[in-house]
């Protein structure tokens, strides 16, 4: 009788669960957005200097989670992300896979120049250098809209280790007002481990 309890038991635990173990954070993915709480983007427009400052870097992570033979309640996140500015003047970044770049939402907003991102820089593309005002950057992300639109920021370029290094609005362009390499680490961030079976 021992014997049949024991084996219901672990034939009803078998059955009914399981652990799904989730793939370490790839901790690469930080160096294109390489900025730390406090740390400031600051874009130069002639002599304009916007200044956006780092207020929330996160990471929500699932390490595993319990998946029941009768329901998913789960699945592996990976993804980050980071605020900079205030409701005025923001810079807003979320990438939705910890494996592709080019899978992220990216927003500016600045309300002194009437400048900001629309819902279209849906264009991304990976090149190896690229070269602005003269200092040629490698390993970049350009994200771009269909359209050169004047009061909106049409154009992003990201570059791996330094973050953000130009925005473009009508016919104007932002640039970085440093060109140095940054580095940050999974530490650097609010880690956010998700359960999503909760």
């Known amino acids: 009788m021992k014997k049949l309890i024991f084996f219901a038991i672990v034939s009803y635990l078998v059955f009914t669960s399981c652990t799904h173990h ?4 790839n901790a690469d993915i930080l160096s294109w957005m390489p900025y730390k709480v406090n740390d400031t983007i600051s874009l130069k427009k002639n002599n304009q200097i916007i200044k956006f400052v780092v207020t929330n870097t996160f990471i929500n992570h699932t390490d595993k989670y319990s998946k029941s033979s009768m329901r998913k309640c789960g699945e592996c996140d990976n993804y980050f992300g980071l605020e900079a500015g205030d ?3 923001y810079i807003y970044y ?3 896979s910890d494996q592709d770049i080019s ?3 990216f927003k500016i907003k600045d309300n002194d ?3 900001n991102t629309y819902d279209g820089l849906k264009n991304k593309t990976l090149l190896s250098s690229i070269t602005i005002d003269t200092v040629t950057y490698q390993d970049v992300l350009v994200l771009s809209g269909d359209a050169i639109l004047p009061n909106n920021i049409w154009k992003v370029v990201l570059a791996k280790n330094k973050g953000v290094v130009a925005a473009y609005y009508g016919d104007s ?11 940050t680490s999974v530490e650097d961030y609010n880690l ?3 359960d999503n079976c909760k």
């Not at 989730?22 to 954070?25: L, R, S």
């Not at 362009?173 to 580095?183: A, D, F, G």
């Open 22 to 25: 989730c793939a370490d954070f």
């Open 87 to 89: 409701a005025n003047t």
């Open 94 to 96: 979320e990438s939705f």
């Open 103 to 105: 899978q992220l939402s």
């Open 113 to 115: 120049m009437s400048a």
């Open 173 to 183: 362009i932002m640039i970085t007002q440093k060109n140095m390499i940054k580095s």
């Open 192 to 194: 956010v481990n998700v």
